[in-house]
């Protein structure tokens, strides 16, 4: 659902305008009459659709708020902003922040904007002249601001970096930021636009046999909390830990769960045993489909492409395919919440620098388990003193990135303890786009919120659940667009990215990351019905040969495309000579074509982001 909130101002002259040409209708006034809220859809108590998500609205004698996608309707929030004075006294309300939900308050000139804590959902703004313009819509932002696209950023994406902080945050559009997981957005008269921390994470210093009772109660809750009233529930069963684990949960509460497990041409791959098991005993309608089944990626048009990812192009994209083919393959049971396990390999699972903070802590035995955990991963001993010994802030490291050639080797083992990993670029990108990276990382390198959590372990798990919370929330525009989801009425969601679920994972002390097995606390968390021996499981399919097979099935589509030349060519990122020797050579790892198809997908989205932003322009006429 798109919002635009306009602070307790004066309208700028054209942004009325702007705004009804675009859809939006004024929902609702600050208390001096301005307005406040533009958008679509219901703003109601009422039930609604969740991909309409219900807009709550309440107000004290001091304070306005509307939340979108809540339950417990306009009595609870009540409740919630009972007593406050000031938008700043809201944090209790934010608390109950989940999925999609987003909360907009205002008070005395004073308005807070956000999403939630992990970027499951989240808002962005940009300047109209003298005035912050907040939006949950970058695309809807880029048009009231004019901005172009940031070729840095397009550099960025055809990187390794995406998925690494402070990278994961970049903005495709110039002129447009995001307000950080975990902190609102601050606009009054009386100073510039700033961001306020609203949530900070636990210390990692809390025992395994305390923390399992309020992780299973919080698995619950998320899992409850994750679908709506009157929706059907469809699960990925992939017979890992965590889809296996959130299924059997799922099934406490929805007991007609559909299951979805992707075959593998693998013979070796062994998902299909255990996740056949699970269904099994969870008596659930399984749907068994081929690893490539639904449209390739190639098979969607290039507009259809970019009314899927207005936030750029992005790893998001191997999504397209789920959300067709869920559309299709389900139809008749919609609405529809699809639950996945995403962020739980790393709340749970090892992560690289789980050593490095084990070595700094008082546990009892860590240097005898770091010995046995160096032998069980059969590495050196060299390369284990050089991960112990790793130092330095994440400042220095990126400006060590900036001063590289984007093609150094890198070891997750050894290096697996850097606040930043090294970025790698596809070796067909220009010495131009080299330079404009080099730019971008000096930049991020002045931040001041480099750091998540000064335990590096933790700093990587939070990492990896803002990465994850982008993800699920680029899912779920995808799931809003015609024709994308055919006429399935489809949600995603992740309820390990619930808060109630984060906390906890995140407050395990160190020495309990090692424990027996492979995700100590979620086995131990483990509903009643599940049985131990899924967490016994050692090994883990994988889907290697079905990447390469669609690769020569697409091989000769790029080169066709880049036959006659590029955008990416044309803003000089990219080096036509090098991309055609790249297309052709064999990668026995897959970075090579993983590479290929990045710069497959940039230069598609480029080219679907030129029509239809000129046209869009046009229609509307900001530049006019």
């Known amino acids: 659902m798109t919002f635009v909130v306009h602070p307790d101002s004066p309208t700028h002259p054209r942004l009325p305008y702007l705004i009804k040409k675009m859809g939006l209708v004024e929902m609702h006034q600050h208390q001096s009459g301005r307005p406040w809220i533009y958008g679509k859809g219901d703003s109601t108590t009422s039930p609604g659709s969740h991909l309409l998500p219900t807009a709550t609205f309440v107000r004290n004698r001091n304070v306005s708020v509307l939340v979108t996608g809540v339950r417990g309707g306009a009595a609870r929030l009540e409740d919630l902003i009972q007593g406050a004075k000031e938008v700043n ?33 989240a ?27 940031d070729p840095a950023e397009l550099v960025v994406r055809m990187s390794s970096a995406e998925v690494n902080h402070p990278f994961s945050s970049g903005i495709v559009w110039e002129g447009i930021h995001e307000v950080p997981p975990g902190s609102w957005l601050r606009c009054g008269l009386d100073s510039a636009p ?6 900070s994470p636990p210390a990692p210093d809390s025992g395994i046999d305390v923390l399992t009772p309020i992780l299973r109660e919080g698995i619950r809750t998320a899992v409850t909390d994750a679908v709506p009233d009157g929706h059907e529930v469809s ?25 979805v497990f992707f075959t593998s041409a693998d013979p070796a791959n062994t998902d299909v045993h255990w996740s056949s098991r699970a269904a099994t005993e969870l008596e659930s309608a399984h749907h068994v489909l081929p690893h490539d089944a639904g449209p390739r990626l190639s098979e969607v048009s290039d507009t259809d492409l970019f009314r899927a990812l207005p936030e750029g192009p992005t790893q998001a994209a191997q999504y397209v395919r789920l959300v067709r083919l869920l559309g299709s393959e389900l139809a008749e049971i919609a609405p529809l919440t699809h639950i ?3 962020g739980g390999d790393e709340l749970f ?27 069980v991963n059969k590495k050196s001993l060299s390369s284990t003193i050089r991960l112990l010994a790793t130092s330095g802030s994440p400042r220095g490291e990126l400006l060590g990135i900036a001063r ?53 372990t933790s700093h990587q798990i939070l990492e990896a659940v803002r990465f994850h919370g982008t993800l699920l929330r680029r899912m779920n525009h995808m799931a809003r667009v015609e024709p994308m989801n055919g006429a399935t009425d489809l949600a995603f ?26 995700k100590p606390l979620l086995a131990r968390a483990r509903p009643p019905g599940m049985a131990m021996e899924y967490f016994h499981r050692r090994d883990k399919g994988e889907y290697s040969p079905e990447m390469f097979a669609e690769y020569r099935a697409e091989r000769d589509r790029v080169r066709s495309l880049f036959a006659d030349g590029s955008l990416l060519e044309d803003m000089g990122l990219l080096d036509p000579w090098r991309f055609r020797h790249q297309i052709e050579r064999y990668s026995p790892n897959g970075d090579s074509v993983e590479q290929v198809m990045q710069v497959d997908l940039v230069e598609r989205w480029l080219r679907a982001a030129k029509a239809h932003t000129a046209e869009r322009i046009t229609q509307i006429g900001v530049n006019g």
């Open 89 to 121: 006294h809201l944090d209790r309300l934010a608390k109950t922040l989940t999925g999609s939900s987003l909360m907009f308050a205002s008070c005395d000139g004073v308005t807070r904007t956000q999403g939630t804590m992990s970027a499951t959902s």
């Open 123 to 149: 808002v962005f703004w940009a300047q109209i002249g003298d005035t912050a313009i907040t939006s949950d819509d970058q695309h809807i932002l880029r048009l009231l601001t004019g901005g172009a696209v």
């Open 194 to 199: 700033q961001t306020v921390s609203w949530w």
């Open 235 to 259: 699960a990925d069963l992939s017979g890992g830990l965590d889809s296996t684990t959130l299924s059997f949960f799922l099934h406490e509460v929805h007991p007609n769960l559909h299951t």
């Open 340 to 342: 996945n396990g995403h």
């Open 349 to 375: 699972g090892p992560v690289s620098a789980m050593p490095w903070s084990l070595f700094r802590s008082r546990t009892q035995g860590n240097i005898r388990t770091l010995f046995g955990f160096q032998q």
């Open 404 to 456: 590289s050639d984007f093609d150094s080797p890198y070891d997750p083992y050894s290096q697996g303890a850097r606040w930043v990993p090294p970025v790698r670029l596809p070796e067909a990108l220009s010495e131009q786009a080299r330079e404009a990276l080099r730019t971008r990382v000096r930049q991020l390198a002045d931040r001041d919120d480099l750091v998540l959590h000064p335990d590096r």
């Open 493 to 518: 969601a992740s309820p390990f990215l619930d808060r109630r679920v984060v906390e906890p994972a995140l407050a395990l002390q160190i020495g309990d990351r090692f424990g027996s097995g492979v």
